[in-house]
């Protein structure tokens, strides 16, 4: 059974970038979930994708965006970007109805 | 906005001794989780909790959810240095498509 794998690892960017970060869900599992944690902070929710389609979103901007793939492979992508943006981007993968997530390593990203 | 509250915020103690952490809210919660994350990696879910009043244990750990399914507690008997971690607690919203809602972590380091 694989675990979620998100890519890439790091990343730094320029602030105004755009970025993209993916996502393999866990097998079998059908919904994925985006979080942000800021330094010595607690996830926040972005938002989550079920059949491909957005099924719930936090208190983000528009800037933040995602997909999710007939695989179940997911994107999250920021345009615009800040300096509050740095942080480690999360991904939990699940199965619609199960209370189970299954989190990445996540992303470290920083803006500079 | 439903906050979950955390407490305490860093606790350092000696092996062997007990500890009580605390997730506090004013809103009630369909479920709670409970996740430990290390430096550098994505939480791990220790336990879920669904029902008002349950206790769940895990080897040295117990779980509380409270009556009203607005709180819990995770107690650890004769702590050890391999628990040391970062604790999260995670409320599911009500009728959200299981969207969790963290506390801001309880940051515990077991000295030997």
């Known amino acids: 059974e694989t675990g979620v794998t998100q890519s890439p690892t790091h990343l730094i960017k320029t602030r105004g970038q755009q970025v993209t970060l993916r996502c393999s869900s866990q097998s079998g599992h059908n919904t994925v979930s985006w979080y942000q944690q800021a330094l010595g902070q607690g996830p926040q929710f972005i938002f989550q994708y079920y059949r491909e389609e957005e099924n719930g979103r936090g208190n983000f901007p528009p800037r933040f965006s995602g997909l999710q793939f007939p695989n179940y492979s997911s994107e999250l992508n920021v345009n615009a970007l800040e300096l509050d943006d740095s942080a480690l981007y999360l991904c939990a993968s699940s199965l619609k109805g199960s209370y189970g997530y299954t989190f990445g390593s996540g992303t470290r990203l920083t803006v500079v | 906005t439903q906050l979950l509250e955390q407490s305490p915020q860093f606790l350092s103690i000696q092996e062997g001794e007990n500890l009580t952490v605390y997730c506090n809210s004013s809103?009630?919660?369909?479920?709670l989780q409970w996740y430990r994350q290390e430096p550098g990696e994505g939480p791990v879910l220790l336990v879920t909790v669904v029902t008002g009043g349950e206790v769940k244990k895990l080897k040295r750990l117990t779980f509380q959810f409270g009556d009203a399914r607005k709180d819990s507690s995770l107690h650890i008997t004769a702590a050890q240095p391999g628990d040391t971690g970062l604790y999260l607690c995670?409320?599911?919203?009500?009728?959200?498509?299981?969207?969790?809602?963290f506390g801001s972590g309880t940051q515990l380091t077991v000295l030997p």
């Open positions: 809103s009630v919660f369909s479920s």
């Open positions: 995670a409320g599911a919203i009500p009728g959200s498509a299981r969207q969790l809602t």
